[in-house]
């Protein structure tokens, strides 16, 4: 399914990366050898405000595709498999035909490849806040789940047909915001280390009221 959203790109330059980008687009490159011999550079540029085919591949500096996410563009041996989740990107391999994956990296002026200098320069601030963004969204599944179940079930085409669920927590609304709010910062923290899981990170859980 990745493969079949995937549209031959418009042959367009890619634009250069300005510092103020990282408020609405990333960019990843990989040099990758040719079976026949010689290199290429590969780009995807994401776009996270675009409707649609928010990843574009470039090969070389032209634009080759374009596809919605989650998307895996072909390459010789292999394809660049990309996702995006409402906070950043979560995937950006090269993957061969082998199984063999390599991460693409990070274009110096983004905010992942910001991260990854802070991972090598200051380990241990890194592992507390990795630690902190975890924390934050474990607590913030165990505590507003529940209350998202109760306002599911309130709608009425739920509450006629199974009844309604009553939360056994129940936060003021101030609470609820000031977690939402640092539950994305969460999820920010962790896309920049390209980290998802399928349950710690979704987003439904930021609907606190």
């Avoid at 995937?6 to 990989?30: C, E, K, M, N, Q």
């Avoid at 110096?108 to 902190?132: H, N, Y």
């Avoid at 609304?173 to 399928?198: D, F, K, M, S, Y």
């Amino acid at each position: 399914m990745a493969e079949k959203k995937v549209t031959p790109g418009d042959g367009s330059a890619l634009r250069p990366y300005r510092r103020w980008h990282s408020l609405w687009r990333s960019l990843f490159r990989i040099e990758l050898c040719r079976p026949e011999g010689g290199t290429d550079t590969y780009a995807v540029d994401v776009d996270f405000f675009a409707w649609e085919e928010e990843l574009r591949l470039y090969r070389n500096g032209e634009q080759v595709a374009r596809a919605g996410s989650p998307a895996s563009f072909p390459i010789p041996g292999g394809a660049i498999e990309a996702a995006t989740s409402t906070y950043g990107v979560r995937r950006m391999h090269a993957v061969r035909d082998d199984g063999a994956e390599r991460q693409l990296t990070p274009h110096p002026l983004t905010g992942e490849a910001w991260r990854a200098r802070l991972a090598q320069r200051r380990p241990m601030l890194s592992r507390v806040l990795a630690g902190a963004s975890f924390t934050v969204l474990a607590v913030s599944l165990v505590v507003l789940a529940p209350q998202v179940a109760e306002w599911v079930s309130r709608l009425p085409i739920i509450a006629d047909s199974i009844g309604t669920f009553t939360s056994p927590i129940a936060l003021p609304p101030e609470a609820n915001i000031a977690l939402t709010v640092a539950g994305v910062l969460a999820g920010i923290e962790r896309a920049q280390r390209l980290r998802h899981h399928w349950l710690l990170d979704m987003d439904t859980w930021w609907m606190g009221e």
